[in-house]
Each structure stands twice: as C-alpha cells, then as structure tokens.
C-alpha cells in the first residue's frame, strides 16, 4: 500500500471558513429572511481597473493570430512586467533589484506556501501569532512542527505572540530560529511596522545567520509616511530577506492570479557542511522544475497596473477599502469598541467585549445584527479575545454593517 506524508494528520481538521459557513446556514435555516452581511472573508469586491481590462482584451486578441500568438512563457515572468516592477515599484525606494531577482507568479499563496521547500526540514521556524495561516500549515506539511498540543500550539514551532499588550509588535525570539516569517501590513491584526521595529529583525536575522520571509501583500494600503513599503528599504535586508508582493488586493487579481516574490542573491543559506548557496539559485530551480508561468493575458494585465490611468485606478480602488475601514473604525470606537488596525491595512481588529470568546462574540454578531466577521482564534492562540472585520465589502453593506451595530448590538 501507498504510504501517506503523515505530517497532513498533524493539522487540525475544521478549517475555519468552514465552521463559519456552517453556523451561517444553521442560522439562515432558522431566519430564513435575514439580511446577513459578510465582513468576513479576505476576498475583494469591486471589478478589476479599466486598463487592466483593456490589456488584457488587447493579449486575448493577440493570442488569436499566429503572429502574436504566445505559448510557454518564462518561468521567471515575462520581461515587460519584470522590468515594470523594479522601475515603479522599487527604484522610486531606491532599492536596486536585478531581473533575475524578482520571479513572477499566480500568487503569493502559492509563493509563501513554497518557498519552504528550498529550506532543509531541520530549520525552526518563527511565525508571528496570530497571522495568515499558509505560513504555519505549510511548515507542518513539510514536517517541521512536531505534533499540536493541548495549548494548541506545535512544539516545533516559535509563536512570537502579538496582542495590544506589545502593541502587536513581535518582540524577538528567545532562542534562535532560522526562518521569521513575517507579514506586514498585518493579517488580520492590520499592524505595519516602522523601520526601527523592521531594522531589529534585520539585525537579529544578520546576527543568527536567519532568513525573514516578508510578505507584504498589503503593501498599497500604506497610508503612513513613516512606515517602509518594502523590507528593502531596511538596510542590510537585502541580505537577509525574501519579500513577497501581489496584485491581488493591490487591483483586484484575487480572481485573475498574479504575485511575485524578490529573491536577492545575496540572500544565502548553508548546507549541513558549511557550504553556502544563494537561495536565488534554488529558487530559480524549483520554479523551473515545478512552475511553467503566469498566463500571458495576466501578466499583460498586470502591467497595466504600473501605466499612468492603471496607476489611477488602482489608487482609487484602495481608497475606496480604505474608506470603508475608517468607517468601521471610527463606528466601533465611538461605541467605545477596543479596535486596530484600518489605518494601514484593510483589516480592523478588535477586542471582543467583556473578555468574551472569539466563537462567543461571533454568535453575537451573527444573530444580534447579522452580521458575519471572523474569530481571531482562526488566526492563532494568541487571536483568542480578538476578531477580524474587513473592509473589502462595498460601500452601502459597509455602512449598514456599523448603523446596525451602534444601534442594535448589546454591549
Ligand atoms: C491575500 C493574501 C495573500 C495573497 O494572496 P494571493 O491571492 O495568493 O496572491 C498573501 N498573504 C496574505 C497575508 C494575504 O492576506
């Protein structure tokens, strides 16, 4: 018989959409002419921009004729989008990426799943807790966390706890780890960090030999001057970190599929020998072994992102989430709500009221108002008492969204 990779046994079963989407039609079943709004699930809502639009009908129609017909691409991404990417998006920073340096993708998900396969099975691994599921799952997958105890947390693994009581702010590991994964503008608890907060990973990943994994796929939602839109910005980073981008809730793609990860080569790893590698280099390998590229069509669109109308657009659709975060922040504060977030990321978390649980508090929302968010428990031990509202949903739900809570919901 077949042996199965045990480690898959080792996650705990229930996925968190799962359980929502159960209690949601249990009660629907009880309500059936309730008008549940969902401020809950990380997905966009409004249509991709009208130039991404547009260059993407322009590359179906090349795909029609033999001339400009594309087959295979470049693993790595085509060159248009590539060289778009180190001119507008890095070197207004100052930062200086070569081609070979960035690698194109259908999406960070799968990047930020991946990227641990070039890493061996005996690293420990820092995550920030609670934060974006892939990075902890995936490492389980691959066998670095040991069985989940009774705490629920994996022995193998280095929770660097984020509550208001360290502004959510990971304080350092005790003890020395080999990959930090960080993400930043957080999810869910939509903390960014300064430089001076980025410079002490920066340093302590020089120090220890590790290597950060940023994701930074909330990057366009920035509004702060202070905060640093790329690790890179940090200096020394670029020896010691892997940043990841996405245009999915930058213009929409969630849909569409279309991310890319920086890989400087002057980010290395040893063997057990003391050899060193540039983890470029096996990157480039396992891409080119297991990833045949990003759709044409997409890639096409994606460039339009960086043109002078896409550029326009894009900001506009930002703005128009980043309203709807004010919205629910300052509705939920000035019911005197403890919330975060919402300034530099998309996501507004707050603490549940009189200590409640997160399932508790999610009940309450859904029966009291109707309304669906997400317990900050799915994110981690330490999202216990917390809870997750995006502000992906358009405007009118929005609105009603917070009317119905300063109104209705008992506090
Ligand atoms: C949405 C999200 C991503 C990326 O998604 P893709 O659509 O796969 O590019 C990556 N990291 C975090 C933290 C996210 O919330």
Redesign the pocket.
Known sequence: MALINENYLKLPGSYLFTEIARRVTAYKEQNKTANIIRLGI?DVTRPLPAAVIEAMHKAVDEMAQAETFRGYGPEQGYEFLIKAIIEKDYAPRGIILNEDEVFIS???????GNIQEIFGCDNTVAITDP??P?YLDTNVMAGRSGELGADGKFPGIVYLPCTAENDFKPALPETKVDLIYL?CP??PTGTALPKAELKKWVDYAKKNGSVILF?A??EAYIREPEIPHSIYEVEGAKDVAIE?R????LAG??GT???YTVVPKSVMAITKGGKSYPLNQLWNRRQNTKFNGAPYIIQRGAEAVYSAAGKEQVNALVEYYMTNAKIIREGLASIGLEVYGGVNAPYIWLKTPNNMDSWAFFDKLLTEVNIVGTPGTGFGPSGAGYFRLTAFGNRENTEEAITRIKTKLSL
């Open positions: 990380g259908d999406g960070s998900k799968s990047d930020v934060v974006y892939v993400c957080n999810n994701d796929a909330y990841f996405s245009f999915s809730k793609f969630t599929r279309c991310a």
